[in-house]
């Protein structure tokens, strides 16, 4: 008996500001998630769950198994805490344990201490049960974090390995990229459906259209990955059940109405190279373009972007020409809703209109503004009016 084959506690990470958004795809994903807590959320299922959570969600960050939780005041009682935990239900003989620390208002709080304490707490007892006088650690990879809050120590174990934002498409970087992550969380907060059209006027590599067809196609974002439970050991065989049911749930036929622009035909021809990658790039229009010649035919569409920002793209002058530009562009587009992230603190004022609304989101760390100027609302029955003209 492993302990992958009982119920399991699940641990999705989710960035500051987007919990809402993944608490929403664990609900429609069929789950009944608690409430966030320091950028988590846990929900309750069995080692299917798991995996359907790593190909499923398109705005976590990871998603982990909650082993234990104890009080850890002192060293000792971390590691007869560590200890007590049936190790050998999650590692075999030979698999290798790599140990990560994180304390918040606690008593112990030198991460490396901790890490080797708990380390040592694990091997310890690996070596007990499995009457062995040393560890090979020559098997796979069993990554255990030791997190402290409030001199409450939780143990738990990833599986997934490479952090969810890796979809497996993006295998060139261009200038600046947006995590795949944040670029579908932000999606999802905005307006858009696929019934909707979709630009990016600054899409770069192609990460906000490529992302916005997946979820046109519904393609699920992990398909074309693996994840580290599938090689635990102890645990059961199931991605080719979760990889089925994700096949059959793509919309080979969608319609969908996606467009990037980009100014730099390289960032383009990366765009192009991604679309391919992530089977999206019979609905994506990619072109090499100016922002400021974009426009569309279409109304009640919905821009997503991340425009140029910071002075490693951009010096200020040209940015807020580029801004009052942008503004400019958006004013011409029939009822469109613009959303784009920033970390420039006057964009609004440059942009030449105030958001209806503002949220704070973290782009790889910088702080950044996330703003949402909305147009009017389709009228009902608004597919007919919305789709492409002949
Ligand atoms: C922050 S990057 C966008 C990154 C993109 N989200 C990605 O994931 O790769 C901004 C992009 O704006 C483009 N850009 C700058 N000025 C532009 C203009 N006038 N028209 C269109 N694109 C422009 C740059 O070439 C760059 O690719």
Redesign the pocket.
């Known amino acids: 008996m492993s302990v992958f084959d009982g119920k399991l506690t699940i641990e999705v990470a989710a960035a500051s500001g987007i919990e809402a958004v993944v608490k929403r795809e664990l609900v429609a994903l069929g789950y009944a998630p608690g409430g966030a807590e320091f950028g988590r959320i846990r929900f309750e299922g069995n080692f299917v769950d798991v995996l359907r959570a790593n190909v499923f969600l398109r705005a976590a960050g990871r998603v982990r198994i909650v082993l234990s939780t104890f009080a850890a005041q002192t060293f000792d009682s971390l590691f007869d805490g560590v200890y007590a935990y049936n190790w050998h239900e999650v590692v075999p003989p030979k698999g290798r344990v790599v140990v990560n620390a994180k304390s918040r208002s606690s008593n112990l709080f030198a991460l490396s201490a901790i890490q080797s304490v708990a380390k040592k707490a694990i091997s310890k007892r690996l070596m007990d049960v499995y009457r062995l006088s040393s560890l090979e650690e020559s098997g796979e990879r069993y990554d255990i974090e030791v997190s402290l809050v409030n001199n409450v120590a939780t143990l738990t174990l990833d599986t997934s390995g490479e952090g969810l934002h890796k979809r497996g498409y993006r295998t060139y970087l261009?200038?600046?990229?947006?995590r795949e992550t944040l670029?579908s969380a932000m999606l999802q907060l905005s307006v858009w459906n696929p019934s909707r059209p979709f630009i990016d006027?600054?899409?770069?590599?192609?990460?906000?259209p490529i992302e916005a067809a997946m979820i046109g196609k519904n393609i699920a974002c992990g398909m074309g990955r693996s994840f580290s439970c599938e090689k635990f050991s102890f645990a059961p065989k199931v991605r080719q059940q979760v990889q089925q049911e994700a096949e059959q749930l793509v919309i080979r036929d969608a319609k969908l109405r996606v467009s990037g622009?980009?100014?730099?035909p390289n960032?383009v021809k990366l765009a192009l190279k991604h679309a391919r990658a992530a089977g999206v790039e019979d609905c994506v229009h990619l072109q090499v373009?100016?922002?400021?010649k974009v426009s569309s035919r279409f109304k009640y569409g919905v821009i997503v972007t991340?425009?140029?920002y910071g002075e490693r793209?951009m010096d200020s002058d040209s940015l807020k020409q580029?801004y009052g530009d942008f503004g400019k562009m958006v004013a011409k587009l029939d009822e469109w809703s613009v959303y784009a992230i920033t970390s420039f603190p006057a964009f609004e004022k440059y942009f030449g209109r105030r958001a209806d609304k503002v949220r704070k989101l973290y782009n790889s760390e910088i702080e950044c503004n996330f703003y949402a100027f909305l147009g009017a609302k389709p009228p009902k029955r608004s597919d007919d009016e919305d789709r492409p003209q002949s």
């Open positions: 261009g200038d600046a990229p947006i670029a006027p600054f899409c770069g590599s192609g990460t906000i622009f980009d100014i730099d960032a373009c100016d922002m400021r991340n425009p140029p793209l580029l």
